[in-house]
């Protein structure tokens, strides 16, 4: 299990971030692979203790990031 740090301003690689998006309103998590990556989990569910399902994969072509992972301090 790939444990992913919360962010504090900045998302730095290998940290996450709640968001809401703009144009759509929607609640999401923005997250930055250990690459330097921006993706979200949109399309990923996140359980009460931070562990996300199913495992991500880096939206980046050509970055093999691809974990379970789970947000610490969720
Ligand atoms: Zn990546």
Do not use: Q
């Amino acid at each position: 299990m790939h444990i992913v740090k919360k962010a504090d301003e900045k998302i730095k690689p290998d940290t996450w971030k709640k968001t809401v998006d703009s144009d759509t309103g929607k609640k999401t998590v923005w997250f930055r692979c250990p690459n330097g990556h921006m993706g979200t989990l949109d399309d990923h569910i996140i359980s009460y203790d931070g562990t996300v399902t199913p495992s991500v994969v880096c939206p980046e072509e050509g970055c093999k990031f691809h974990e379970n992972i789970k947000l610490d301090a969720w």
